[in-house]
């Protein structure tokens, strides 16, 4: 049993190098083809310096690791068993009587680990610095307003009404939209009012409207309900739970909020009529991230760990780079459909790391005597 201990640390050690170094060369080599594309838009930009970029590039980094991370376990895995198959240290490791399970459980620990700790910390970590780098690309590189900026000065809002009936929504359609980080404005503004079986109540015409604390400021607002004649216009003041800064935020990717700060923020969307389909879903692919670096240590290894004298290394560890391209796209397509509704967030996020799981386990037996 010490022996063992002493060559899963080894094997843990060997597995951790490799990927970390895999991460750092890949986010590095990312990071440079990031910085050239921000180089290239600043071109035209006086006031977007070359150390304004830098920054914006550096602030990326940690991002850039977290969506680098899975295939880093896989080529840093791959790399780390193909050199111990070829130094013999496995085969030797097979006819002490140590089984490929159990040398594979210190490796698939550390990759589990790690995603653990991408999700716990560097999560919150790469949110701030997202939220910072998209603030700076905004102001510097982008024209018009970054994620606050829409379409034609328009603006669709639903919130929960329930000043006027339980369970109603209103939904508010504006026009000549202004909105900063501290105030929200709108001219033209259509308010529709209905009840809790969509039945519309009424309808507000509102010449200027003001986000304010707690409440919707109306001015010259003209009220038609149905059957009745047009009231005079007037000021009317609309309770919401709405605030500029959620407004805002409901604009920003998902990916600019931290783990632990999804799961308020998508009750907060909810409750506030937006849509949270999105921050769902990077809030359970966080969520499944360690499952999803442990399933790639485990292709690494089905791909990998052949002896040499079975010929065919090269072939070998580049379907161990084909599977875990085609695990990672198919990854990417789930979470497409789950962006548009067609499946669960939660399907879209765990499918297909746990059907990658699977099938690595699948390989391993058919490849592996025990």
């Not at 990031?34 to 930009?45: A, M, P, Q, V």
């Not at 594979?104 to 999560?123: H, Q």
């Not at 009317?236 to 500029?244: A, G, I, R, Y």
């Not at 990998?304 to 072939?315: E, H, I, Y």
Request: aromatic share 8%; net charge neutral; hydrophobic share 50%.
């Amino acid at each position: 049993m010490p022996i063992s201990t002493t060559l899963s640390l080894y094997i843990a050690r060997v597995f951790s190098v490799a990927v970390v170094a895999m991460l750092a060369g890949l986010s590095g080599l990312v990071g440079l083809f990031d910085f050239l594309e921000l180089l290239r838009r600043s071109s035209n930009r006086p006031d977007a310096t070359f150390a304004i970029v830098s920054t914006i590039a550096g602030l990326r980094l940690p991002w850039i690791g977290m969506q680098i991370l899975p295939f880093a376990v896989l080529l840093g895995g791959i790399l780390a068993f193909w050199r111990l198959t070829r130094s013999s240290e496995l085969i030797v490791a097979r006819a002490a009587g140590i089984s490929a399970w159990q040398f594979l459980a210190a490796p698939v620990g550390c990759a589990v680990a790690l995603g653990l700790f991408a999700t716990m910390v560097i999560s919150p970590l790469s949110a701030a610095m997202r939220s910072r780098a998209e603030a700076m690309d905004n102001i510097y590189l982008r024209n018009g307003g970054g994620p606050l900026a829409l379409p034609s000065g328009q603006l669709w809002l639903r919130q929960s009404d329930n000043a006027l009936v339980a369970q109603g929504v209103a939904i508010l359609h504006a026009n000549n939209v202004h909105m900063t980080r501290d105030e929200l404005s709108a001219s033209d503004m259509s308010l529709f009012r209905l009840d809790s079986q969509d039945r519309l109540i009424e309808r507000i015409e509102v010449g200027q409207a003001t986000l304010q604390p707690h409440n919707w400021l109306l001015e010259r607002a003209r009220v038609l309900k149905p059957d009745s004649l047009p009231e005079p216009p007037q000021t009317l003041l609309l309770p919401t739970n709405l605030t500029v800064g959620r407004v805002q935020e409901s604009f920003a990717p998902p990916d600019t909020l931290s783990v632990w700060e999804l799961p308020g923020f998508i009750d907060l969307l909810e409750r506030s009529g937006f849509s949270a389909i999105r921050h769902r879903l990077y809030f359970q692919t966080l969520l499944a991230l360690p499952l999803l670096a442990g399933t790639m240590s485990l292709v690494s290894a089905g791909f990998s760990m052949r002896q040499t004298r079975r010929g065919g290394v090269a072939q070998m560890i580049a379907s161990g780079v084909a599977a875990g391209f085609a695990l990672f796209v198919v990854s990417k397509l789930a979470a497409e459909f789950g962006q548009n509704g067609a499946i669960p967030p939660v399907l879209a996020a765990w499918v297909p790391a746990l059907s990658g799981l699977m099938l690595s386990v699948a390989l391993l037996l058919h490849l592996e005597d025990g």
